[in-house]
């Protein structure tokens, strides 16, 4: 027995196959599945032509694109031309020299019929579909644990969003019996505490995301009591689970672009700080205004100045006195007498309404004041540095600061109750 290397041998094959009239000139039909364009080589065109009992592989070289017609993935064609072998896999393919349409495939065709029939019942319309949430906290994440799509997701989140709680739930992403994983995964995820429901797979052949078109799994997400977001394989790649979800991202990882980054959610809060600051100061500002005005208003009637006056009219009235006699002088004195009786019950009573006023004045200056209230036995609330105004901030053993009027107190949470 003659021992040869693989090379020679595949050599041998290959010189075979080449000189076989009836594999050099043929023209097969099937459905076009994985197209990709290599980087290398030029930009050869590879796909798999297939049908219900096999497979075989193409390749179209630079120099025949510019004679071939755009096809796409689930197009049945013919193709002309012959059949070569590749020595360094050691596999055999259809050296494409040309290429006929010849209609779409059952199954997308199918799907084709399945997308017209939803969007007449308007599963697909603009206005059923809902906002997401602005700052969600909690996602449900529809998909397979071991699946790109569903690493890349927690990936991003786990860097732009760690404040993000994803509860995964569990599902395979393709296949026959992932039609059924996946409605069921979406009714769980719509039970669960959550803000949003994302549905994401990573990309793979349209056969392979077929699932995520089936109509159990379009009218589970249609009937979602949550905003659901999808991110099902490539940019290119469309299922109609996206066209039903309430908003469709290109790729798993743009899914998880779509939830509010922390570095986002912290700059609106500066600003909101900041507008709250500058609203606090402009209204302290025209509360102590209000204050100078009426406190220069009390001044401008004080009951010094008005007893000065009195006293001036009063010495004129001495003088004028002097000058007539002493019946008439007797006369005046009494009525100054009785005249100062009145000015000083008037002065009093002026006095203590004007005294009352500033009471009230400044008592709803000081209503004004934002710390005003802790005086009444409340206390601001913080952890690690931030003001706490929701008990789902909160979890138990959180060290605690809260400020009182007077001082400050630490505290642990021992348990956190919520309340309507």
């Not at 021992?3 to 594999?23: E, F, M």
């Not at 994440?141 to 732009?160: I, N, T």
């Not at 009494?334 to 004007?354: H, K």
Request: charged fraction near 25%; include cysteine; glycine fraction near 8%.
């Amino acid at each position: 027995m003659r021992v040869v290397s693989v090379g020679r041998l595949t050599q041998y094959l290959k010189t075979l196959l080449a000189a076989d009239p009836h594999l050099a000139d043929l023209a097969v039909q099937g459905e076009v599945s994985n197209l990709r364009r290599s980087s290398a080589g030029g930009g050869a065109l590879y796909f798999t032509l297939k049908d219900d009992a096999a497979m075989l592989s193409c390749v179209a070289w630079p120099s025949t694109l510019a004679r071939l017609p755009e096809i796409r993935e689930g197009r049945q064609v013919i193709v002309v031309g012959g059949i070569g072998l590749y020595p360094a896999r050691g596999t055999y393919q259809l050296v494409v020299r040309q290429i006929r349409l010849a209609g779409i495939g059952d199954l997308f065709a199918a799907l084709e019929e399945l997308r017209i029939r939803l969007q007449a019942e308007g599963l697909f319309a603009i206005e059923r579909k809902r906002p997401l949430p602005r700052y969600p906290f909690r996602v449900a994440l529809v998909s397979s644990s071991a699946a790109q799509g569903a690493l890349d997701f927690r990936s991003v989140v786990a860097r732009r969003s760690p404040h993000v709680a994803i509860h995964h739930c569990e599902t395979a992403v393709q296949g026959e019996a992932a039609i059924d994983q996946i409605v069921a995964a979406i009714a769980q995820a719509g039970r669960l505490s959550v803000d949003l429901i994302a549905v994401v797979r990573g990309g793979g052949a349209p056969e392979d995301l077929l699932a995520f078109s089936a109509e159990a799994v379009v009218r589970a997400i249609a009937a979602a009591p949550l905003p659901v977001v999808t991110g099902i394989g490539h940019e290119s790649d469309s299922s109609l689970a996206d066209f039903v979800a309430d908003h469709r991202a290109m790729t798993p990882t743009d899914a998880a672009g779509s939830l509010p980054a922390v570095a986002d959610i912290r700059e609106t809060i500066s600003g909101l700080r900041r507008h709250l600051e500058h609203a606090v100061t402009q209204r302290t500002m025209r509360s102590r205004q209000r204050f100078s005005a009426l406190h220069a208003r009390l001044l401008a009637v004080s009951p010094a100045s008005r007893l000065a006056e009195r006293r001036r009219r009063l010495q004129t009235c001495i003088v004028r006195c002097d000058r007539s006699v002493e019946r008439l002088l007797e006369r005046r004195r009494a009525a100054f007498a009785a005249c100062g009786e009145r000015l000083v019950r008037g002065i009093t009573a002026r006095s203590d309404l004007a005294r009352h006023r500033l009471a009230l004045a400044t008592a709803r200056l000081d209503g004004r004041n934002p710390e005003a209230i802790l005086g009444l036995g409340y206390a601001i609330v913080r952890r690690a540095g931030r003001v706490v105004r929701d008990t789902r901030e909160l979890r138990s053993g959180d060290l605690l600061e809260a400020r009182l009027a007077y001082g400050t107190v630490a505290a642990r949470v021992e348990s956190v109750a919520q309340h309507e």
